[in-house]
């Protein structure tokens, strides 16, 4: 977890690999906002570090934002960057709202 926190306040490059309106592949569910994850990294299950991207309405394949916060499971070794537009911010209980889809499977914590 300590290394994630020198995401927050950085530009990072998101690529996106479940757009906006997209179907997970393994469980059926929307996603209601873009999700991605940052190229060249490697997170706490193995693979590369993950990120929501919120505060954009539209499906992308990339995007340059800036992490937020990170959003830190609890009962599971996947952290997630939250990601967004310059000059964009979203309280804690925003964040939770918006990622509910998907987070509300695992206990987790927002980290600033």
């Given at each position: 977890?300590?290394?994630?926190?020198?995401?927050?306040?950085?530009?990072?490059?998101?690529?996106?690999?479940?757009?906006?309106?997209?179907?997970?592949?393994?469980?059926?569910f929307i996603y209601p906002t873009n999700y991605g994850?940052?190229?060249?990294?490697?997170?706490?299950?193995?693979?590369?570090?993950?990120?929501?991207?919120?505060?954009?309405?539209?499906?992308?394949?990339?995007?340059?934002?800036?992490?937020?916060?990170?959003?830190?499971?609890?009962?599971?070794?996947?952290?997630?960057?939250?990601?967004?537009?310059?000059?964009?911010?979203?309280?804690?209980?925003?964040?939770?709202?918006?990622?509910?889809?998907?987070?509300?499977?695992?206990?987790?914590?927002?980290?600033?």
């Open positions: 977890m300590e290394l994630l926190k020198k995401y927050i306040g950085q530009k990072v490059h998101v690529t996106v690999d479940r757009k906006l309106g997209s179907k997970h592949p393994n469980w059926g994850y940052i190229p060249n990294t490697i997170s706490g299950d193995g693979e590369e570090l993950d990120a929501y991207i919120l505060g954009v309405f539209d499906p992308l394949d990339f995007f340059d934002g800036i992490c937020i916060a990170i959003l830190h499971r609890l009962d599971e070794n996947d952290d997630k960057l939250i990601v967004v537009p310059e000059g964009k911010n979203y309280t804690n209980e925003q964040i939770n709202c918006l990622t509910e889809f998907q987070e509300r499977f695992f206990n987790h914590s927002i980290i600033r």
